[in-house]
């Protein structure tokens, strides 16, 4: 079952889509109420399982609303080597610098970019990848 579309009670049978503000305020009732989460979905007409899984997305921060449209937020793993330690100076701000970035896809890419490293070239690289 999609994410946003729960079974209408009617015998139409058509979908009921919830939107951001409905699911973020049945998660909401889950966490404040002292009712189950069963109990608060049959209120709803939902299923149980689907509040649970939009409390998982609650809880990632990802039920958050931004003029009307989903995003989609996805936190990646990072770690920092100290290869090559910089020391402060005025030389550490140049672009000059041969700075290093390794992003790696475990099971799937490594990908190292090199020299003076934009971040729109950053993200659209690990957008390109995340797919």
Known sequence: MDAGVALDDGASGRR????????RRIVEQTLASTLS???????????????????????????????GAEQHVRLLPVSVSDEQPVEPGPEAASPSRGVTINIEFPGRTLVSLEGAIDADIVRAVVESLRG
């Open 16 to 23: 009921r889509y919830w939107t951001v503000e409905e699911k």
């Open 37 to 67: 989460v069963a109990m608060v979905a049959r209120q709803h007409g939902i299923n149980a399982n689907q509040v649970f899984y939009w409390r998982k997305l609650y809880r990632a921060g990802q039920l958050e609303n931004d003029g």
